[in-house]
Each structure stands twice: as structure tokens, then as C-alpha cells.
Nanobody, 122 residues
């Protein structure tokens, strides 16, 4: 069974930095696009950043220049380096990936992690 597990959230002061990590586990044939989303209290979930298996990236305007997404294909992992954090970045951050499992590799499935809380506050 394929799972995504995030880590790295926490409490940080405004202007600080955090690194989120997400690792896919299970019987995986291939991983296509990976990304990070976030959901603040009372708001809809929004896409933060995405990265293709070839390394092309895309960012939400609100995080451009502050956040960097990267991946390690050998580890089936994706990372989000967050700098110059602002209180408005406070949210639960979710990892997302399009994965072909080994037992059904002709089909691609979308998976979500359980989420990790990021709180930016003084």
C-alpha cells in the first residue's frame, strides 16, 4: 500500500525558516508529479508548489522567491524549503503525488499525506 508521510512542521518566528519533507513508501512503480498544498483555518486548500519528475517547478504567487520545492527520485521524496516565513503562511501543509503502484502500474493514482502543521508566530 502506497503512503505519503510528511515531517518537519513546527512553530517558527516570522522571518524564520523551515524544511518540510515527504517520503512515499510502499510498492511503487513510478512517481510523476509531486507537490505541496496548504490549508489555513476557515480557508480552502491551496496549491503551494509542484515539481515534475523531470524537475520542472511551479509556485503560487504568494510564495515565489521564498519557498523552494525539490525532490530526490532515488528516495521517492519531495521537500519544501520555506524561508522568510510570514504569519499568513500558517497552515496545515499536505504532500501530494501522482503515483503508479507496482501492482497496477498502468494506472496513476493521486495520493495525499496526513498533513503537518506549520505555525508562524512571535
Amino acid at each position: 500500500q502506497v503512503q505519503l508521510v510528511e515531517s518537519g512542521g513546527g512553530l517558527v518566528q516570522p522571518g524564520g525558516s523551515l524544511r518540510l519533507s515527504c517520503a512515499a513508501s510502499g510498492s511503487i512503480y513510478s512517481i510523476n508529479r509531486m507537490g505541496w498544498y496548504r490549508q489555513a483555518p476557515g480557508k480552502e486548500r491551496e496549491r503551494v508548489a509542484r515539481i515534475t519528475d523531470g524537475g520542472s517547478t511551479n509556485y503560487a504567487d504568494s510564495v515565489k522567491g521564498r519557498f523552494t520545492i525539490s525532490r530526490d527520485n532515488a528516495k521517492n521524496a519531495v521537500y519544501l524549503d520555506m524561508n522568510s516565513l510570514k504569519p499568513e503562511d500558517t497552515a496545515v501543509y499536505y504532500c501530494n503525488a501522482d503515483i503508479r503502484p507496482s501492482n497496477d502500474y498502468v494506472r496513476m493514482y493521486n495520493y495525499w499525506g496526513q498533513g503537518t502543521q506549520v505555525t508562524v508566530s512571535s
